[in-house]
């Protein structure tokens, strides 16, 4: 049911967004001044919008269900098939978990006024709601000794998807929404870039090692060889390329973008240098999101390990 994927797919993009921008305006941005998350008029609407997606998500995907599991359409749906997954599966007891969490992370960043405060307590929320993910996906789908190694893997993936997607909606939102760029933005954005770097290459080994252990649960070792046969195994492909694609502009950003904005500050030309990161950006950002549309894909379909 194409609803179901598109409830996944903009819980990823929330979820994501409202723990990785939380976490970058902690690490990333300077505690004070005019370029801190305080004061810049962004953070706290990038929140807002992301808890917005994750709870509109969450409810989709719980309708979804419940029509898919009556064996009706959306909109024949009525509360008796709701409540029936809600109260009778594992994956109601989820879904109804992230619901109520994160209406109580909307109405946080909602209420409370752009402080550290605010930061700190969205981080944490977005953390829980990162991993509760593995519920709903296949993640918990591992039965035995493995099942405990498989939630780990798929919930240390989820946080590390978490930071590199939430890092490149804040990196968007600093570089497109000021129409110039002062030299204490400029500052902060190649502060940003180059401290953000520094845990590039973490995130990388994260996310393959916890892709590779996902994959081995999930196709499985007997499969490896008819993996291209099945739809699954070829949008997680697609996925590998997409994300390939991801690794060639980082580096990019990281070997020349970043070094090429650090030489045109002093210069006070730095014109060209952010328009080029920009561009990196978008098309890193665009490929992520299209990771996050594949995964909402894959995560509705049989693995081959249980074909
Ligand atoms: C930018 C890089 C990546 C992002 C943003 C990303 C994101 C995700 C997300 C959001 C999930 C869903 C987890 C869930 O709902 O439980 C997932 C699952 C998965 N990922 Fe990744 N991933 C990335 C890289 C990789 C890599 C490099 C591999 C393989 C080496 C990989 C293999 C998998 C597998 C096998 C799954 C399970 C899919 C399923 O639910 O059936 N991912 N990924």
Redo the contacts with the bound molecule.
């Keep these: 049911m194409w609803a179901a994927s598109i409830a ?1 797919f903009l819980q ?1 993009a929330g979820a ?1 967004g409202l723990f990785g921008a939380a976490l970058f305006y902690l690490m990333l941005l300077p505690p004070d001044g005019n370029t801190s998350a305080g004061a810049l008029r962004w953070p706290k609407p990038l929140l807002v919008a992301s808890s917005l997606l994750l709870f509109l998500g969450a409810l989709l995907s719980l309708a979804a269900q419940a029509a898919t599991m009556n064996g009706i359409s959306l909109d024949k749906l009525d509360m008796p098939s709701v409540s029936v997954v809600l109260t009778d599966t594992q994956w109601g007891h989820a879904i109804a978990a992230r619901i109520a969490l994160s209406f109580v992370t909307l109405l946080t960043v909602v209420l409370i006024k752009p402080s550290l405060r605010l930061w700190q307590a969205t981080c944490l929320l977005g953390t829980v709601l990162l991993a509760s ?2 519920w ?4 918990a789908s591992t039965e035995g000794a493995g099942g405990a190694v498989h939630l780990i893997a ?1 919930i240390a ?2 946080i ?2 978490g930071v ?2 939430g890092a490149l909606f804040a990196f968007l939102a600093l570089l497109c929404l000021p129409k110039t760029q002062d030299l204490e933005q400029q500052t902060t954005l190649f502060n940003a870039l180059k401290d953000f770097s520094g845990v590039g290459s973490a995130l ?1 080994a994260v ?6 252990i ?2 081995y649960f ?2 499985g070792l007997d499969h490896i060889g008819q993996v291209f046969q099945s739809p ?1 195994g070829v949008l ?1 492909s697609l ?2 390329v ?2 390939s694609g ?1 690794l060639v502009l980082a580096g990019l950003n990281r070997f020349r973008l970043t070094p090429a904005l650090e030489k045109s500050i002093p210069a006070g030309d730095t014109a060209y240098a952010i328009a080029a990161l920009r561009h990196s950006l978008i098309l890193e950002t665009l ?2 999101l299209s ?2 549309a594949l ?2 894909a ?2 509705m ?1 049989e ?1 081959p390990i249980a074909l």
């Design positions: 996944r990823y994501t993910f593995a709903t996906g296949h993640g798929d993936h989820m590390a998807a590199w997607l990388v996310l393959v090692v916890s892709g590779l996902n994959s999930l196709i699954y997680l996925k590998l997409v994300f991801m490929a992520g990771v996050l995964v909402a894959l995560g379909m693995p």
